[in-house]
T-cell receptor
C-alpha cells in the first residue's frame, strides 16, 4: 500500500524567503512521487515528478524536490518565494509496479507575506 | 488539445436527484481517473479506466455511483439519489500510461441542498 503524509497544513513565508514543504511517503514497492499545485477553484497542476531517475528533480516555477529513500521523504523547496506561489500544494505517490492510482496527501496551504 | 475538460463546472441539486458529470480527457491518453475532493482534503481516488475498461473502484464508490467510458474516450460519472454528503469537487484526470503523470481537469463542484 502507498500513502503520503504532509507535515504542516499551513505554511507562511515572507516574499523572497525559502519555501520548504514537507512530504513523507510510505510504499511497499519503489514509489513514483509527484508534487501538484492547486489554485482556488481550479484543478491540480503538476509541478514535478520523481520516477526513479535523478533523485534531485527540478520542476516548473523554480521548484525542486529531492527523493531521499533513507528518510522516505520528498520535500519541495524553492529558494525565493513569490507572491504568485500562494496556493495549495499536494504530494502524491503511486506504485511503480502498477501505477494504478495516485494517493494524495492532505495538502499544505502556502501563504506568502509581502 | 487544450487539456482535460470537465462539464459542468458547477452543479447545484436537490437531495434525492440524480446528477451526471462529463469528462473529456486528453485525446491520446489511455487512462482516465475520477477523484473526489472535499474542503481541506486531498483528492480521494474513486475509480479509473484503462481505455474503456473500468479496472479499479474505491470503496468510496457506493452503489449510487456509476462511471462509464464508452469507446475509451470521454467518461461520465453518475450519482443517483444524491445526499448532502456527496457535496464535493469531482476531479477527472487522464494519463498516457501507467506511471506517467496525471493531468487534471478543473473539476465539477457539486452542491447538494
Amino acid at each position: 500500500a502507498q500513502s503520503v503524509t504532509q507535515l504542516g497544513s499551513h505554511v507562511s513565508v515572507s516574499e523572497g524567503a525559502l519555501v520548504l514543504l514537507r512530504c513523507n511517503y510510505s510504499s511497499s514497492v519503489p514509489p513514483y512521487l509527484f508534487w501538484y499545485v492547486q489554485y482556488p477553484n481550479q484543478g491540480l497542476q503538476l509541478l514535478l515528478k520523481y520516477t526513479s531517475a535523478a533523485t534531485l528533480v527540478k520542476g516548473i516555477n523554480g521548484f525542486e524536490a529531492e527523493f531521499k529513500k533513507s528518510e522516505t521523504s520528498f520535500h519541495l523547496t524553492k529558494p525565493s518565494a513569490h507572491m504568485s506561489d500562494a496556493a495549495e500544494y499536494f504530494c502524491a505517490v503511486s506504485a511503480s509496479n502498477t501505477g494504478n492510482q495516485f494517493y494524495f496527501g492532505t495538502g499544505t496551504s502556502l501563504t506568502v507575506i509581502p | 488539445d487544450t487539456g482535460v475538460s470537465q462539464n459542468p463546472r458547477h452543479k447545484i441539486t436537490k437531495r434525492g436527484q440524480n446528477v451526471t458529470f462529463r469528462c473529456d480527457p486528453i485525446s491520446e491518453h489511455n487512462r482516465l481517473y475520477w477523484y473526489r475532493q472535499t474542503l481541506g482534503q486531498g483528492p480521494e481516488f474513486l475509480t479509473y479506466f484503462q481505455n474503456e475498461a473500468q479496472l479499479e473502484k474505491s470503496r468510496l464508490l457506493s452503489d449510487r455511483f456509476s462511471a462509464e467510458r464508452p469507446k475509451g474516450s470521454f467518461s461520465t460519472l453518475e450519482i443517483q439519489r444524491t445526499e448532502q454528503g456527496d457535496s464535493a469537487m469531482y476531479l477527472c484526470a487522464s494519463s498516457l500510461n501507467k506511471n506517467t503523470e496525471a493531468f487534471f481537469g478543473q473539476g465539477t463542484r457539486l452542491t447538494v441542498v
